[in-house]
C-alpha cells in the first residue's frame, strides 16, 4: 500500500514550528492547560495575549495552534480579515468545516441571511425616511436609494450588524432618530418578507445565527477532544466583536458552550473593564514583553548571526523586540557596520492604524518626554489636537496614571532615533522648548524653597532632572557643562540623588547618539553609595575639562557657584 505523502503545507508548518524561538514560559503555561481535564477547577477556558506590536503575539499564537492541533484539538483562528460578528462565525465554521466538523445548519442560515441581505441591497425600491418622507423622488423627497445607502446615511442599522465594519456610525445617531428610522424601516420590510424569521434574519443577525453556531459549535466538540478558538489583532476586531465574544463565553444569552471551548484572545490592548466587569479574573492574562538577551541571543544564532560585535549592536538598536532581532538577523550583517537600524519600519508598524497625519505628528512628538503629562502633550500638539489627550493616553504603548503617562521603552527608542534622523532641526526646536517649559516649571517653585534643598524636593528635583534630560538632548556639547554642574549640586544631596542625576545624562546621551555625554552617565552612575566614593566622583568633577571655564573660576575661587537657585541653567534655554 503506497504511502500517504506529506503536503507542501504540512511541510511550512512544521518548519514554523521548528523555528519558534523562546517564550519557554508562555508555551507552558498552554501546553499545561492542554493537558488538563476540562472540568478540572484550574482548565483555564479563556486566555488574553497582550503586547506591544513586534513583540511576537501572532508568533505565539500559531505555536499555540500547532500544540493544540498536535493534541487532538479541532482549531479555528481569525483575524482583522473580518468585520462583525457574523463574518467571524462564518470564518470559524469554515475552518470547523475543513477539519471534519462542518456546522451545516448554520451554514445553510448564515447564506440565506447573506442572499436575504444582497436582495435588499440591490434593491431600488423606496424605503421611508426618518420624517416619514419616501426616498422615491416624490413629493418633498430625495431620489431613490438602496438600502446601503439609506440605512448607512439615515439610521445605523451598522449597529445592527447589518452593514459589517462601520459599528461606529451609529454611535454617532442621535437615538430618537435611529430608533424611529428603525420603526419605520421594519415597517416597510415586513411587507418584503414572507415570514417573521426571515425579517428578523435580516434586522438581527447576530442575534438570530449565533444560536444556531453555538449549538453546533457545541455538537463539533461533543466529538473533539477539545475545540481551540484563537481570535488575533483583537485590538482591530475588539468594536466589533467584544462583546458577543464576552457574551459566548461567559454567558448564557444566546445559549451555552461545553467545558471543552478554549478561546485565545490576542491584541494589543487590555480587555475593556466596561465590557468584562467583574469576571476579568476569569481570564488568564498572558503579557508578552520584549526577548530576555538570552531568547534574542538563540533567535539570531537561528540566523547564523553569532559575531559577537554584530549580536551587540543588533541587542541595542532591537531594543529586543523580536520582531525586530529577527528582522536584522535574517539580513546576515556580516559586521556591526553593516546592521540597518529598523526605526522607521518599527514606528510604521506602532502607528499603522491612525491614518490621521496630525495625530501621527503629535504621537511621534509626545515620545520626546521621558513622561508625559497634559500640560506637555498640549505643548507638543497642535492647537486641533489640543483636546485629545485622552487619545494619546489610550494609544496602545502608552501606560500610567496620577496624571502622568510614559511609552513603551522599546516604541519610545524607535521613535526617537527616527525623528533624529529626519529632522535634526525639528528635533533641536522641540527639545528645546521642552527644556525651557520644566526651567519654567522649578523656577516657579523655587521662592518657597529653600535654595540649599532644592535637590531634595521632589518636584523641583524632577523638574530640573527632566530640564537637563531634554537641555542634552537639544544641544548635547553645549549643554554638558551645566549638565555636570548640575551632577555636582546633585552629589551635594548625596549619592542617590547623584545617580538619579546620572541615570538623566546616560539617557540623553543614548537617546541622542552622543558617546560623550553617554560616557559620562555611566562613569557617574558607577559611584558606590557612600561618602568617600560621592567625595571622589565629586572631586574629579569639579576638575572635568567639560566643565565651563565661568564654573571652573568660580570653584577655584571658592564661591561656590551653583548652589542657588539662580544658577545651573542650560545652554538649551
Not at 90 to 104: D, I, N, Y
Not at 233 to 241: H, Q, V
Not at 425 to 442: D, N, P, V
Request: charged share 25%.
Amino acid at each position: 500500500m503506497a504511502q500517504h505523502r506529506r503536503s507542501r503545507q504540512d511541510l511550512v508548518q512544521q518548519r514554523l514550528r521548528d523555528g519558534f524561538v523562546g517564550r519557554a514560559g508562555e508555551v507552558a503555561v498552554f501546553r499545561d492547560n492542554l493537558a488538563r481535564d476540562p472540568e478540572d477547577p484550574d482548565f483555564q477556558f479563556l486566555f488574553h495575549v497582550h503586547g506591544l506590536g513586534g513583540v511576537g503575539k501572532t508568533t505565539l499564537l500559531r505555536y499555540w495552534e500547532h500544540l493544540a492541533r498536535d493534541s487532538g484539538a479541532v482549531t479555528a483562528r481569525v483575524g482583522d480579515e473580518v468585520h462583525s460578528a457574523v463574518e467571524a462565525m462564518e470564518a470559524v465554521a469554515g475552518q470547523l468545516e475543513k477539519q471534519g466538523r462542518p456546522l451545516k445548519k448554520f451554514t445553510k442560515q448564515a447564506g440565506a441571511y447573506r442572499r436575504r441581505r444582497h436582495e435588499l441591497e440591490t434593491s431600488q425600491d423606496g424605503f421611508p425616511s426618518p420624517s416619514g418622507q419616501r426616498e422615491d423622488g416624490g413629493p418633498g423627497g430625495s431620489p431613490a436609494a438602496s438600502l446601503s445607502s439609506a440605512v448607512v446615511t439615515q439610521i445605523g442599522l451598522a449597529g445592527l450588524g447589518l452593514i459589517p465594519g462601520v459599528g461606529g456610525v451609529a454611535n454617532a445617531l442621535d437615538p430618537q432618530q435611529a430608533a424611529l428610522g428603525t420603526e419605520k424601516l421594519r415597517s416597510a420590510l415586513a411587507g418584503r418578507f414572507r415570514s417573521h424569521e426571515d425579517l428578523r434574519l435580516v434586522l438581527t443577525p447576530v442575534d438570530v445565527l449565533t444560536p444556531v453556531f453555538l449549538a453546533e459549535l457545541s455538537e463539533a466538540a461533543e466529538r473533539s477532544s477539545r475545540v481551540v478558538l484563537f481570535f488575533d489583532t483583537f485590538e482591530r476586531t475588539a468594536p466589533l466583536l467584544e462583546r458577543w465574544l464576552r457574551d459566548i463565553t461567559l454567558d448564557s444569552r444566546h445559549g451555552t458552550l461545553p467545558v471543552n471551548v478554549q478561546t485565545v484572545l490576542c491584541g494589543q490592548g487590555r480587555l475593556d473593564r466596561d465590557c468584562w466587569g467583574g469576571v476579568l479574573d476569569l481570564v488568564q492574562q498572558v503579557p508578552l514583553e520584549v526577548f530576555t538577551e538570552d531568547e534574542a541571543r538563540q533567535l539570531l544564532a537561528a540566523h547564523d548571526v553569532t559575531d559577537q560585535q554584530v549580536v551587540d549592536v543588533i541587542l541595542d538598536l532591537s531594543g529586543r523586540l523580536p520582531a525586530w532581532v529577527a528582522a536584522l538577523g535574517q539580513a546576515r550583517p556580516l559586521g556591526p557596520g553593516a546592521v540597518g537600524d529598523p526605526a522607521d519600519s518599527a514606528v510604521e508598524r506602532f502607528l499603522k492604524w491612525e491614518t490621521d497625519s496630525d495625530r501621527r505628528r503629535t504621537a511621534l512628538a509626545c515620545a520626546l518626554p521621558r513622561q508625559l503629562n497634559e500640560d506637555l502633550y498640549r505643548l507638543l500638539a497642535p492647537e486641533s489636537l489640543a483636546g485629545e489627550y485622552a487619545w494619546m493616553r489610550g494609544l496602545t504603548f502608552v501606560s500610567g496614571d496620577n496624571g502622568h503617562c510614559r511609552y513603551h521603552d522599546v516604541v519610545r527608542t524607535a521613535m526617537l532615533r527616527l525623528q533624529r534622523a529626519q529632522s535634526p532641526m525639528r528635533w533641536e526646536a522641540q527639545h528645546t522648548l521642552l527644556a525651557r517649559a520644566h526651567r519654567e516649571k522649578r523656577r516657579a517653585l523655587e521662592p518657597a524653597l529653600e535654595a540649599a534643598g532644592l535637590w531634595k524636593d521632589p518636584a523641583w528635583r524632577q523638574a530640573r532632572l527632566e530640564e537637563i534630560y531634554h537641555g542634552l538632548c537639544a544641544d548635547p556639547a553645549g549643554a554638558l557643562p551645566y549638565a555636570l554642574e548640575a551632577a555636582i549640586q546633585a552629589g551635594t544631596a548625596g549619592s542617590v540623588v547623584l545617580h538619579r542625576c546620572a541615570r538623566t545624562i546616560a539617557q540623553a546621551g543614548h537617546d541622542t547618539g552622543d558617546e560623550g555625554v553617554a560616557a559620562w552617565g555611566r562613569r557617574l552612575s558607577a559611584t558606590e553609595d557612600d561618602a568617600v566614593a560621592l567625595a571622589r566622583i565629586l572631586t574629579a568633577l569639579t576638575t572635568a575639562s567639560e566643565l565651563s571655564d565661568e564654573y571652573r573660576a568660580l570653584t577655584r575661587s571658592g564661591t561656590g557657584a551653583g548652589t542657588g537657585p539662580g544658577r545651573a541653567g542650560t545652554s538649551a534655554g
